[in-house]
């Protein structure tokens, strides 16, 4: 692959790229995408703008001086509060678990609320934490307790073990859609430009002159800069309106989220690219595209299906799981675990990898299929037919 | 000046066998005429050429070495079913083309530009290429073809289809090329435009050469014919005269006496025997037309 090597794939990939990117297909995709994302990032700031206040639930002796700190802290977070005085803790929890409580204070000792979101209790602005703050700091400290080191605000407990926040969910959710749609939507198109330049034989003309897999290469390259584009706008867009209406689905721990979405979003186009260009090198006829194009895109809608499973409960089946790591499912599945919670940061690297390493791997099977079906004309081609030589 | 060689190519399609140890030259900047029925396996050798084909054996050479990417950058093709991408523009479409075969990016406008001019498209070159006639977009193919100045063109049925003005400039174009020492070799099945336009031609028939050389000679063939007619000499009788030797008369028809030459034998002689009965008002040779030649050599209608 010397520098005219390149060149020529540059050439090419260029042409791709300026073809597609003025077609009205991407316009049209583009401007979906974009609206989508804007609804999905203003519409639940608009609703949390109507939110109802928080209600607040105080356990101890003196009930005064903590609606007081409840107050402050409505005060200092900007949430409206209604503070509720508990005869005691009991009472309070059970409060807490049937929803008539979102918070309870626990005079000099904790905060209590329902669950703990994934970002953990120190994500700050909440208002369970600054009510731990403020309570922490006017609690008299007894002279022994410094010992201990100078522990300011109360503990924020959660009744039931973290899990992801919906926030976080809905990120993943939003995120497996829009990986899905890229996905799939370029590798149609690029699966349906192999199968137009084989139809009306420009391949004969392009490859009298290029090797097959500089062709190959030029088209998935092109088209990937496209939807990095395209994808980059996405993100653009979410970010911007985001922290211009003060989401927290920006501003919390489901940029992380965002970020992890964007990595499997490249790797995952790169997975794919190059077999929905081999799937429609095997047939003669833009019209007989679904029958190859369409097994290969059964992978990511096994993963995008079952992500409702993982979102909607507190913990990721081992299938799953499993998904996560297998490179053909892993663009969705991954994504879509680590937005709930169910996998740490070292597994989504680990996926990552494998996913990498997989998508070496599907290049050099789709390049040896594209090469050998792309000038065999007359009846669509089967794979196996085509692997054997 | 370089030539094409193809060396024992062979090729099988299942059991079809589509070159059996094909082996011919084309000489440097001529416009070389390759015949042959359908199915001969011309559309398989040009495409052997391009690498486009694989070989089971034989090989392609140009100017002495075997065929590969660098020397396929300074080759034109233009292939029997004719690809372009019917959505793009016309000179967007030829400049690609001349990029892909390593032109700069003006070099390669420019000399679209150039193409598209001299074949009569100057006011399409934004048109899409659907929207033009069948016509104009195999203008357009051979524009593609030539936009980098080839050192070598190859056409695979470049007159199919072309109205006669079209044949013409066709015609005109590659004797062009040719004439500014660009090798052009081009397949057809119209035999009478080859026999104008060609100095040299290949005939192929099941995947091995049947006959090969200049047009003139395989006009005149091994047994060359001599037609003489002799004043008052309806009968054709002074050919009686002739040495079984130089050649014979094998037919006569009204006073036109047609000579069979032996082979290496001196028409002058039957001449000088012509002569000696009379006023020679005929004396030529009796060429077969290339479709005879094509039909005997092939055994196969045109």
């Known amino acids: 692959m010397n520098r005219s090597w390149w060149r020529t794939t540059r050439v090419i990939a260029g042409r791709e790229l300026r073809t597609r990117g003025r077609s009205r297909a991407f316009a049209v995709t583009t401007a979906i995408l974009l609206i989508a994302v804007a609804a999905a990032v203003v519409i639940p700031a608009l609703l949390a703008g109507k939110s109802k206040p928080s209600r607040v639930g105080v356990v101890g002796a003196n009930p005064a001086s903590m609606t007081t700190i409840v107050t402050e802290a409505g005060k200092v977070t900007g949430t409206k509060v209604t503070v509720m005085p508990e005869p005691d803790s009991a009472s309070a929890e059970a409060a807490l678990r049937d929803g008539s409580l979102d918070i309870v204070l626990v005079d000099g000792s904790e905060v209590l609320i329902k669950q703990v979101p994934v970002g953990g209790s120190s994500s700050g602005g909440s208002l369970p934490n600054a009510i731990a703050s403020i309570a922490g700091l006017t609690k008299a400290l007894p002279p022994g307790s410094l010992a201990g080191g100078p522990q300011l605000a109360l503990p924020v407990r959660g009744l039931i073990p973290p899990g992801a926040s919906l926030t976080r969910r809905l990120t993943g959710l939003f995120t497996s859609i829009v990986l899905w749609i890229l996905i799939s939507t370029y590798g149609q198109v690029i699966a349906n430009g192999v199968a137009e330049e084989k139809q009306n034989r420009i391949v004969e003309v392009i490859l009298a002159t290029v090797r097959p897999i500089q062709l190959l290469t030029g088209k998935v390259l092109g088209m990937g800069l496209l939807s990095l584009m395209q994808a980059a706008g996405v993100v653009l867009v979410f970010l911007g309106l985001g922290s211009a209406v003060g989401s927290s689905v920006v501003h919390g721990a489901a940029g992380g989220i965002v970020v992890a979405g964007a990595v499997f979003m490249v790797l995952g186009y790169a997975f794919y690219c190059t077999a929905y260009a081999a799937a429609g090198s095997m047939v003669s006829r833009q019209s007989e595209i679904a029958a190859t194009v369409v097994p290969v895109g059964i992978p990511l809608i096994v993963a995008y299906a079952l992500s409702y499973t993982v979102l909607y409960a507190n913990n990721a089946n081992a299938f799953y799981r499993f998904l996560g790591f297998l490179p053909p499912t892993s663009p969705i599945a991954m994504p879509v675990l680590y937005a709930a919670g169910d996998v740490p940061l070292w597994q989504v690297i680990v996926s990552a990898a494998l996913l990498a390493a997989g998508t070496l791997v599907m290049a050099r099977i789709a390049a040896l299929v594209y090469s050998r079906s792309i000038l065999r004309t007359g009846a669509r081609l089967r794979l196996r037919q085509v692997l054997r030589g | ?302």
């Open chain 2, 1 to 302: 000046m370089p030539s094409l060689e193809f060396i024992g190519l062979k090729r099988r399609f299942g059991t079809v066998v589509a070159l059996d140890g094909l082996t011919f030259s084309v000489p440097p900047g001529q416009v070389f005429g390759f015949l042959g029925p359908n199915g001969a396996g011309k559309t398989t050798t040009m495409r052997a050429v391009f690498g486009v084909v694989a070989l089971e054996g034989g090989e392609v050479r140009w100017d002495g070495e075997p065929v590969g990417e660098q020397q396929r950058r300074r080759f034109g093709y233009m292939p029997e079913e004719r690809g372009l991408y019917p959505s793009m523009a016309v000179l967007d479409q030829v400049e690609y083309l001349g990029r892909l075969h390593d032109m700069p990016t003006q070099a390669a406008r420019d000399a679209a530009h150039g193409w598209l001019r001299r074949l009569g498209l100057a006011d399409r070159e934004s048109s899409r290429l659907d929207a033009l006639s069948h016509g104009n977009q195999q203008r357009v193919q051979l524009a593609a073809a030539l936009v980098h100045e080839p050192d070598l063109l190859i056409l695979d049925e470049p007159f199919a289809g072309l109205d006669p003005g079209g044949v013409d400039e066709m015609s005109a174009v590659l004797a062009e090329r040719a004439a500014d020492g660009v090798t052009v070799l081009f397949s057809s099945h119209q035999l009478d435009l080859v026999e104008h336009l060609c100095e040299s031609v290949a005939i192929i028939n099941h995947g091995r050469v049947v006959a090969e050389g200049k047009v003139t000679d395989l006009e005149r063939g091994d047994h060359p014919r001599l037609t003489v007619r002799v004043a008052g000499d309806a009968a054709g009788g002074w050919a009686a005269a002739l040495d079984p030797a130089i050649g014979k008369a094998e037919e006569v028809a009204a006073g036109v006496v047609t000579v069979a030459l032996e082979p290496g034998a001196d028409s002058q002689q039957v001449l000088d025997v012509a002569r000696a009965a009379g006023a020679v008002e005929l004396f030529s040779y009796a060429n077969r037309r290339l479709s005879q030649v094509f039909r005997d050599v092939t055994g196969e209608s045109v």
